[in-house]
């Protein structure tokens, strides 16, 4: 867009002489040429005068015009020309339709800046219309959107490690109901739980099961005596009974891992 001051000298310049170029939209009424011309038009209390672009290829017809008439640097009309084939993809067409190397020629801008815009496109959209504007360089949006780049790629490496470990806490993630960080912090509390949960099964388990294995055959269970038994440790039939599931359980987990 023009300055305040040129685009009132645009807008007094219609008032005098009336529109001489129609603004240019496409087939869904949206502006291919001519948005400094509608806000001259609104100042002045000109009624505006359209034309409908009739053509195949409506990015390309827009940068073509843009680049003809400014005095842009090589970042701006690389930054153009990445937005013009993104476009023309939005639009159904494929890549091929209107190659890198095409918009290279039409630009005279190498493929490898075209390239570095076509970076901040993805990775720093925000920065798109500042480059064009000519607020900020090309080469220091590039350099914004690699560090995005890196970031989101480091993000979707650990998310997928989150993922394998815990998918819950991924998906989560996924969600928004819980910030990468915040979802590791609790993968990590989940696993040290773990562990303190092994280390007392483990320790319970090797004061238990390895004296029982010592009782047998010793006749240590016919000198059993009620009235020496700890409180609230009585031995039952039914406790027996548990005993023994608990040692099949054991044999079955034991087995599988020696399976696995």
Not at 162 to 179: F, H
Request: aromatic share 4%.
């Amino acid at each position: 867009m023009l300055d305040d001051d040129d685009l009132h000298a645009l807008a007094e310049d219609i008032k005098e002489l009336g529109q001489i170029h129609p603004i240019v939209l496409d087939e869904h009424g949206r502006i291919l040429d001519g948005r400094n011309r509608l806000a001259a038009c609104e100042i002045a209390g000109v009624e505006p005068q359209f034309t409908t672009y009739d053509g195949t290829d409506a990015a390309a017809y827009a940068l073509s015009v843009n680049i003809r008439r400014r005095n842009l640097t090589k970042g701006q009309l690389a930054m153009i020309a990445a937005k013009a084939g993104s476009l023309s993809e939005q639009q159904g067409r494929s890549p091929g339709e209107q190659p890198v190397r095409s918009l290279s020629e039409q630009t005279g801008v190498s493929l490898g800046r075209i390239g570095q815009a076509s970076t901040v496109l993805r990775h720093a959209p925000d920065l798109v219309e500042l480059v064009i504007s000519g607020a900020i360089g090309l080469t220091e949006a590039y350099k914004t959107a690699r560090e995005n780049k890196a970031q989101a790629d480091s993000a979707e490496s650990q998310l997928a490690r989150l993922r394998a470990e815990d998918p819950e806490l991924a998906d989560k993630v996924v969600d928004g109901e819980l910030t990468l960080p915040g979802a590791w912090a609790e993968r990590k509390e989940r696993a040290e739980e773990e562990v303190r949960q092994r280390r007392v099964a483990t320790t319970f388990l090797c004061e238990t099961v390895p004296p029982l294995a010592q009782a047998r055959g010793t006749g240590t269970a016919l000198l059993y005596d009620p009235q020496f038994m700890l409180t609230g440790r009585a031995i039952t039939a039914e406790v027996i009974d548990q005993a023994i599931e608990a040692l099949t359980e054991m044999a079955q987990a034991w087995r599988e891992r020696e399976a696995a």
